[in-house]
């Protein structure tokens, strides 16, 4: 798998190894001993990495996640996230191997808010952008493929600052926060992400899903549970509108949140934001 120094990436490969062969890749940073570096944008490495690891799935999760970042580096983004997740799919086929490409809600324009997998994408920024490309490199070039749209991805990883530890961080030193209350995801916590990740390419699922939290809320309810759930002053956290932000260099959609009809097939039920940051809580207790 890619991006296994990732937020996501590690999860899936520390939640993986309990009952599957696992041959993580990095690029950035070597965590796991046996990881392979693997830099999606050279064709030639991401060929020979899977070569020699013979893989029968391949879950894609590096990606440039920095919405601002890919913003103002358009170039780099671009190379990562559409022509790196080429490569990949390039290499899946040749490898007769499953591709599993994880995505992101923000390919929607968040004008209406609960999409579904037959909502038109219509990204306002390039990240969006990007990783909507990604997509269709997927899907034209592996036919072998499962793609899941996720949100708002938090969680607990020492060298990783997700929205949640930014918050708690934050709160913890004292300072007084201000978080958008007129923005809307399914903020969804990377154990829950990996474990239907996990089942859903066990159980062959094949071509579009979306896989988040099961609860639309906005970030500053979602920065004030999270607060309230590690006993945290709820008081320094201070609403603010998304016509207010001056700091943001991309655009956001307001209302991005995903219907989750499709994913609740799986025996791994989406958690709302109490279950996943009790589940969170206890593990870092």
Same mark, same amino acid.
């Given at each position: 798998?890619?991006?296994?120094?990732?937020?996501?990436?590690?999860?899936?490969?520390?939640?993986?190894?309990? $009952?599957?062969?696992?041959? #993580?890749?990095?690029?950035?940073?070597?965590?796991?001993?046996?990881?392979?570096?693997?830099?999606?944008?050279?064709?030639?490495?991401?060929?020979?990495?899977?070569?020699?690891?013979?893989?029968?799935?391949?879950?894609?999760?590096?990606?440039?996640?920095?919405?601002?970042?890919?913003?103002?580096?358009?170039?780099?983004?671009?190379?990562?996230?559409?022509?790196?997740?080429?490569?990949?799919?390039?290499?899946?086929?040749?490898?007769?191997?499953?591709?599993?490409?994880?995505?992101?809600?923000?390919?929607?324009?968040?004008?209406?808010?609960?999409?579904?997998?037959?909502?038109?994408?219509?990204?306002? +920024?390039?990240?969006?952008?990007?990783?909507?490309?990604?997509?269709?490199?997927?899907?034209?070039?592996?036919?072998?493929?499962?793609i899941l749209?996720?949100?708002?991805?938090y969680g607990?990883?020492?060298?990783?600052?997700?929205?949640?530890?930014?918050?708690? +961080?934050?709160?913890?030193?004292?300072?007084?926060?201000?978080?958008?209350?007129?923005?809307?995801?399914? #903020?969804?916590?990377?154990?829950?992400?990996?474990?239907?990740?996990?089942?859903?390419?066990?159980?062959?699922?094949?071509?579009?899903?979306?896989?988040?939290? $099961?609860?639309?809320?906005?970030?500053?309810?979602?920065?004030?549970?999270?607060?309230?759930a590690f006993?945290?002053?709820?008081?320094?956290?201070?609403?603010?509108?998304?016509?207010?932000?001056?700091?943001?260099?991309?655009?956001? #959609?307001?209302?991005?949140?995903?219907?989750?009809?499709?994913? +609740?097939?799986?025996?791994?039920? #989406?958690?709302?934001?109490?279950?996943?940051?009790?589940?969170?809580?206890?593990?870092?207790?």
């Amino acid at each position: 798998m890619t991006g296994a120094s990732g937020l996501l990436g590690s999860t899936i490969v520390k939640i993986a190894e309990t $009952s599957f062969e696992v041959i #993580p890749s990095h690029n950035t940073k070597r965590i796991h001993p046996n990881s392979l570096k693997a830099d999606v944008t050279n064709k030639k490495e991401v060929l020979s990495v899977l070569q020699a690891a013979d893989p029968d799935v391949v879950i894609h999760t590096a990606s440039e996640t920095n919405v601002d970042k890919c913003e103002t580096n358009r170039d780099q983004a671009w190379r990562v996230n559409v022509e790196g997740t080429r490569n990949i799919a390039e290499a899946c086929r040749e490898m007769h191997a499953k591709l599993v490409y994880i995505s992101t809600d923000y390919v929607f324009d968040g004008r209406q808010g609960l999409y579904t997998e037959e909502d038109e994408a219509n990204p306002v +920024n390039q990240y969006g952008l990007t990783k909507l490309k990604g997509e269709e490199q997927v899907r034209t070039l592996c036919k072998d493929h499962l793609i899941l749209r996720t949100s708002v991805l938090y969680g607990s990883c020492p060298w990783k600052t997700s929205f949640s530890k930014w918050v708690m +961080n934050s709160i913890e030193r004292k300072q007084e926060i201000t978080v958008v209350d007129d923005h809307y995801n399914s #903020p969804t916590l990377t154990e829950n992400m990996a474990e239907m990740t996990l089942e859903a390419a066990h159980r062959n699922f094949m071509g579009l899903y979306h896989a988040s939290g $099961s609860e639309r809320i906005s970030r500053y309810e979602f920065a004030k549970q999270i607060a309230k759930a590690f006993s945290l002053d709820e008081q320094l956290v201070k609403p603010i509108k998304l016509s207010e932000v001056t700091t943001w260099k991309a655009k956001r #959609p307001r209302d991005s949140s995903l219907s989750l009809r499709k994913i +609740n097939l799986l025996k791994t039920k #989406p958690l709302n934001i109490r279950q996943g940051l009790s589940k969170m809580k206890e593990r870092e207790t």
